[in-house]
């Protein structure tokens, strides 16, 4: 398919409309709320699904494929948190750009299924054991972001706290546990479990982008805030590490679609485990800065454009 | 009915504040509280409790001192970096003991 | 099948039997309650739902089959307002003689669905488009309520802001967004998110009914407040509209199905989209009158008596 | 299979594993909250679903078969409150024994769940009309054991209120208008609701069980509180009353799989319709005393060993 | 615009009480009530209402004598039994006839 | 600790007035406020609310001056036809200046 055949194909895709609907709904100021409780809910569904499913394929894969993208996944980690935080210094201080390298360094789930969505609609396999490689790229970036922070400042918060926050933060809780669990279920038990956390995954997703669409909309007002700089780097970092995500992923031996959905993952900018982790560790730090960024530039950025991009580079360097 | 005057203290912060606060008021000698959930806007503008299901509203029914040390408390920690405000009333509640 | 078979169908289907039992609950003061986050995600997923099958539908039909049912919706939301407010006013002021018109004018999702899933039961064939015709039905009569109290009175609610109430109203912005997602999704993504918004469609509708059935106890309380008028009104308004929505679905060729949904339609009276414009726009009038009437009175008639005597007259006019 | 099989398919499913989950959460202090609304949502649907699936088998049921596993439920509902209130008054007074008592002669709807998607991973047949004796089941015993705190004391507390309380309380309000629901749907009925009310039933399971992880780990805090002999009841009467059900199930002629279920729903310990009928029956009990037995001991009990071993019982008495 | 001086009476209980506590607030004489979701904790600890939802807060604006009746009744029937705490204030409202 | 005594403006309202409130308060002066959602009774009865989930409680924390603003705001806009209630109690905070 042709790159703009990809790009037709994403952006009428349910869930994108979905973000649409919900970003317009916000814009006409419609009196649609999207209850708290739906929106935790479909977070802690989607975060354990992930992990099942993740689990589940680990439980058929042999080891030995998996340490190469393993170790793609976590020189991403370690790279791509100092990439942007040399860039953010720039413009911002210590705290600030440490806070948004923290984002950018991790990974968004959302994201992540997007684009598992995306390949499953171009009809493209994906390892199935990228959920794996999803909990091992959203963690370090976060510590590392954290400790440039505190090596430049004193800074308030408690480190120890953080790191605590991050492991036991709901989003390492679930995907982690629901690998394990898929791990463990074997054949009879994931049967049991399907018409769940299998099938109406993608629809799900769907209701999910719907909420976010509302969330982005109401961050874009701040744009004016967070000023050029940081909207540009919204838009240009995703490019870089997606391009450095897809050519690790390559390098590491990975399919077309495998290195496309690690590209994706090291484009995407974390906004659950991240925010909570730099709200106790960076309390200096403003929000409205990496929420913005996170959430109003490169989420929306990744979901349209950044998807088909990502495929368009690893079938550049996978040949596919 | 015997009814004793105390300080109700009223704690408006960003949700995921809750356990820290409830501990700190607990401390300081707090005998109990009650937590509203809420949402709400201030000079702060953005906040990440956006993300973490909006504000809570904590209340704790305490003696003068113990509010006093609450309320020192939240200025010196929590004022300058976190969305937190706090107010004081006079309330006059049965079975004063229980609070002291 | 004759008459009292298909009553019986529709009387112990679940939907009607959830919705008693919800009234049970009401009764026998049950500490049963639904929790709010649970109805308000009942009625986004149903609306949503409703949008994208019919969206999806859309896509497969030619346009030169529309325009007709499409100008007997219209007919309808412009006839049945002025018919109930002429009616009304015999009883009733000018502000709450259109408050209840504006509901009775326009339609109420659920027993839309009810029709359909009632259809189904009885396999008679529907048109997939008519959610298109559910999104047409439901704005106009407001709006033209509206202005009739607008004339009569000087009114203190902002009419401008009501109508841009309607139009960003959860209801239809759900409703025609779901029909641009389901006519863009293509079969590909209908089959990603059929899961969640295809199959468990009538299921869902269960749950909802549980919850309205409770609702719909509450006001009959009120009943003897709103007087026997109120009464007779509403439960005899649907049955004349009903007739006159199934008389024009057949003149405007369509099927048997069809015709008796869109007189289903007709019949209905909106809980949703009318009470929220009615509340800013006529905040004078009295909610007991229209909620009690729509909710109380018209909606478990035409839920359980109304669907298969509108199926009945279908069957007269088209000979089904 | 032997023993050790069945254990470890038990330990590692889904359910279990979630269940483990959430205790973990809560060990480990996440922030992972399951929102109240969803685990009122769950509770609801399973509560409608049993009784559903239930009703659906009933209607296929000829009565003949029915009387003997009634009259067994019905004897295990008068005797094995009195058998708990007895062995508890070695220790507590009589309303905190007879509150407890209360609880374990009631039974417990997710164990109940547990106990039958066992049963399907061991893939054992288990009869259909199982979910009428949970109803059956579920309310003798508490009234009996109210009677007998009514008996002993004076009481504070209604009687009259508690027992509407019982049968107006969503638990049994749920479970009976789940079986009526399902008895009278018929087959086409059934298909319309199965993809909500069955397909998805384990799934859900797995999600409640990771709320109630949480919430019966906060439990054992308690544990010191109550003290080794309520500790050692919560172990031991499991297994006591498991026996017993097993037993007379097996007399009453139902298969191996029915007298497991049956024997694990007397060794279950009611959390929902028992814990809100005694606090306004028997006020001055003290929840941390049954709520700690019933939820933080005898439910995981129940959950991890009791339910393989009261199978084993079942094959030892069945000859399975 | 003139402001009557009433009293707000504040009632913290578990939730499950809310259909009896409102039932006697209105029996002694309360025109209409609040309830709010509550979560909390205090001298009783654990509380079967964990698993019935919370706590609620619930609040009327009454009359100092329907005050005194209300706080007095809960003294005597709930406050020893069950998880309920109350606490008086004095508080300023337009249309003072509405509320006595 | 400089404590400085404000008034506390608590106005009780139908779900959908949410909005319009805030921006009639945010018009008046009023810096913050919180909104905790609440369900309850008065004497106008049943309630298009009940669509439209329930009542919501918004708090603000203002001078003087702007709670008689707010209060007379409501007495004459919207007292009449809506369900609204407002009270206003004098309350002690820190940070007086962060309100006015
Ligand atoms: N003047 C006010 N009145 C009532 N609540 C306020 C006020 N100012 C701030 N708040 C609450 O306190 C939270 C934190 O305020 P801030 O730190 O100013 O952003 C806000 O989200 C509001 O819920
Ligand atoms: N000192 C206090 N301040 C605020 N709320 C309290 C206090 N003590 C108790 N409560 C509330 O009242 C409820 C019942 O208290 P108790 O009867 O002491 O368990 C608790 O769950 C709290 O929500
Ligand atoms: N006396 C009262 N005490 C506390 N809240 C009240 C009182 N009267 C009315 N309310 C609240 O104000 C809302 C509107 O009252 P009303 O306009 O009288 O229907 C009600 O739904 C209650 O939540
Ligand atoms: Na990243
Ligand atoms: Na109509
Ligand atoms: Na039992």
Same mark, same amino acid.
């Given at each position: 398919?042709?790159?703009?055949?990809?790009?037709?194909?994403?952006?009428?895709?349910?869930?994108?409309?979905?973000?649409?609907?919900?970003?317009?709904?916000?814009?006409?100021?419609?009196?649609?709320?999207?209850?708290?409780?739906?929106?935790?809910?479909?977070?802690?569904?989607?975060?354990?699904?992930?992990?099942?499913?993740?689990?589940?394929?680990?439980?058929?894969?042999?080891?030995?494929?998996?340490?190469?993208?393993?170790?793609?996944?976590?020189?991403?980690?370690?790279?791509?948190?100092?990439?942007?935080?040399?860039?953010?210094?720039?413009?911002?201080?210590?705290?600030?750009?440490?806070?948004?390298?923290?984002?950018?360094?991790?990974?968004?789930?959302?994201?992540?299924?997007?684009?598992?969505?995306?390949?499953?609609?171009?009809?493209?396999?994906?390892?199935?054991?990228?959920?794996?490689?999803?909990?091992?790229?959203?963690?370090?970036?976060?510590?590392?972001?954290?400790?440039?922070?505190?090596?430049?400042?004193?800074?308030?918060?408690?480190?120890?706290?953080?790191?605590?926050?991050?492991?036991?933060?709901?989003?390492?809780?679930?995907?982690?546990?629901?690998?394990?669990?898929?791990?463990?279920?074997?054949?009879?038990?994931?049967?049991?479990?399907?018409?769940?956390?299998?099938?109406?995954?993608?629809?799900?997703?769907?209701?999910?982008?719907?909420?976010?669409?509302?969330?982005?909309?109401?961050?874009?007002?701040?744009?004016?805030?967070?000023?050029?700089?940081?909207?540009?780097?919204?838009?240009?970092?995703?490019?870089?590490?997606?391009?450095?995500?897809?050519?690790?992923?390559?390098l590491a031996g990975m399919s077309v679609g495998g290195a496309m959905v690690?590209?994706?993952?090291?484009?995407?900018?974390?906004?659950?485990?991240?925010?909570?982790?730099?709200?106790?560790?960076?309390?200096?730090?403003?929000?409205?800065?990496?929420?913005?960024?996170?959430?109003?530039?490169?989420?929306?950025?990744?979901?349209?454009?950044?998807?088909?991009?990502?495929?368009?580079?690893?079938?550049?360097?996978?040949?596919? | 009915?015997?009814?004793?005057?105390?300080?109700?203290?009223?704690?408006?912060?960003?949700?995921? *504040? #809750?356990?820290?606060?409830?501990? +700190? /008021?607990?401390?300081?000698?707090? =005998?109990?509280?009650?937590?509203?959930?809420?949402?709400?806007?201030?000079?702060?503008?953005?906040?990440?409790?956006?993300?973490?299901?909006?504000?809570?509203? *904590? #209340?704790?029914?305490?003696?003068? +001192? /113990?509010?006093?040390?609450?309320? =020192?408390?939240?200025?010196?920690?929590?004022?300058?970096?976190?969305?937190?405000?706090?107010?004081?009333?006079?309330?006059?509640?049965?079975?004063?003991?229980?609070?002291?």
């Amino acid at each position: 398919m042709d790159p703009l055949e990809l790009l037709r194909i994403n952006l009428l895709s349910p869930a994108v409309l979905a973000f649409a609907l919900g970003m317009l709904a916000t814009l006409v100021k419609s009196d649609l709320k999207i209850p708290e409780a739906l929106y935790t809910t479909l977070s802690i569904y989607l975060l354990l699904a992930i992990g099942i499913k993740g689990g589940d394929a680990l439980a058929q894969t042999p080891l030995s494929q998996l340490w190469g993208p393993a170790l793609a996944t976590l020189a991403l980690s370690v790279v791509t948190p100092l990439l942007s935080y040399a860039v953010l210094r720039r413009r911002f201080g210590v705290i600030d750009a440490a806070a948004i390298a923290a984002h950018y360094g991790s990974v968004s789930a959302v994201t992540f299924i997007a684009a598992t969505a995306f390949m499953q609609a171009a009809s493209q396999p994906v390892e199935g054991y990228m959920p794996a490689l999803v909990a091992i790229l959203e963690v370090p970036a976060i510590v590392i972001a954290l400790l440039i922070a505190r090596r430049g400042t004193g800074g308030t918060g408690s480190l120890g706290e953080a790191v605590r926050e991050i492991f036991a933060g709901k989003s390492i809780l679930l995907l982690v546990g629901g690998v394990v669990i898929g791990a463990l279920a074997g054949e009879g038990g994931m049967r049991q479990i399907a018409p769940v956390f299998i099938d109406p995954f993608r629809g799900a997703l769907v209701l999910f982008l719907l909420e976010l669409g509302m969330v982005a909309a109401k961050r874009l007002r701040d744009l004016r805030k967070v000023g050029a700089f940081l909207i540009a780097f919204g838009l240009a970092m995703p490019i870089v590490q997606g391009a450095l995500g897809v050519w690790l992923g390559t390098l590491a031996g990975m399919s077309v679609g495998g290195a496309m959905v690690l590209g994706t993952m090291a484009a995407s900018a974390s906004y659950i485990a991240a925010p909570a982790a730099v709200r106790i560790a960076l309390p200096e730090a403003n929000p409205s800065y990496y929420l913005t960024a996170s959430l109003g530039i490169t989420f929306p950025f990744n979901l349209t454009l950044g998807i088909p991009l990502y495929f368009y580079f690893a079938r550049l360097l996978g040949g596919g | 009915m015997a009814l004793v005057s105390l300080k109700l203290v009223t704690i408006i912060a960003e949700g995921f *504040l #809750e356990d820290k606060l409830i501990r +700190e /008021v607990r401390r300081l000698g707090a =005998k109990g509280y009650t937590v509203t959930p809420a949402r709400g806007e201030g000079s702060r503008g953005v906040r990440a409790s956006e993300w973490e299901g909006g504000n809570i509203r *904590l #209340e704790c029914i305490v003696s003068p +001192e /113990v509010a006093e040390k609450i309320v =020192k408390r939240l200025a010196e920690v929590y004022f300058t970096n976190f969305a937190v405000i706090a107010y004081l009333e006079s309330v006059e509640v049965v079975r004063g003991d229980k609070y002291t």
